[in-house]
């Protein structure tokens, strides 16, 4: 029981939630950082939580192959229901009770524009519950905002912010934002795929288990953590 989450490198994250595989935005082909490919990951569910490219990703095939169901927006849903995928279109603030639990699309400040210049409605971020209990919180492609406080206040057993900065919070923000959701774990995301989101997740770490009572987990591609 509970969630396994394995991070693939970049913002994407696989979530074993009691015995479910829900994919995180799957970007596997083009990623350097990615520790897998995309014929080889499971998937039950794929959540997109934006239209950009390293989010979207191999969406299309690896949904095509398992059978997978693609929740996301339903600007995004449409679109992917046009190529053959099934789907299961939300939006922000509202939830909806899969057989893994409890998902949520919370707010993003990003863009979320489609690869092929289509209107990918507004970017989210992931709020999950499993039916045993664990909440998650994917923060996916953000700036911080201050509501952030209110996620905080669902209790939240583990959190994963992006830290690369340039595209989204930077180290300085992220820890704001952990101060923000006070969650019992931290896992850094979207850095070091490429040489513009460079950062130092150790020292990022250091910070978080200094000024904060949240513990830090810094992952390589490929590691995963249990809750
Ligand atoms: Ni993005
Ligand atoms: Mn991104």
């Given at each position: ?10 913002g994407t ?11 995180v935005d799957p970007f ?20 997109v939580s ?5 989010h979207?990703g ?170």
């Open positions: 029981m509970g969630i396994n989450l394995t991070w693939y490198g970049h994250v696989g979530l074993d939630v009691d015995g479910q595989n829900v994919l596997f082909t083009g990623n350097p950082a990615a520790s897998t490919t995309a014929d080889k990951v499971e998937a039950d569910f794929i959540v934006h239209g950009h490219g390293d979207v191999d969406t299309v095939d690896i949904a095509k192959r398992t059978g997978a169901q693609v929740i996301t927006n339903a600007e995004m849903a449409n679109w992917f229901e046009a190529q053959g995928l099934t789907t299961h279109g939300q939006h922000l603030g509202g939830g909806f009770n899969h057989p893994f639990g409890y998902l949520k699309l919370t707010q993003a400040i990003h863009g979320s524009g489609l690869p092929d210049g289509s209107y990918g409605g507004n970017p989210a971020g992931i709020l999950l519950r499993a039916k045993s209990g664990e909440k998650v919180y994917l923060a996916c492609d953000t700036g911080l905002f201050s509501d952030m406080q209110l996620i905080g206040e669902e209790g939240l057993d583990l959190a994963t912010l992006p830290i690369g900065d340039n595209y989204t919070m930077g180290p300085d923000d992220a820890l704001k934002a952990v101060k923000y959701l006070e969650p019992k774990n931290v896992i850094p995301v979207h850095y070091n795929t490429w040489d513009l989101i460079a950062q130092d997740a150790d020292a990022w770490a250091e910070r978080v288990n200094a000024e904060t009572k949240t513990k830090a987990h810094v992952l390589q591609p490929g590691d995963e953590f249990n809750i």
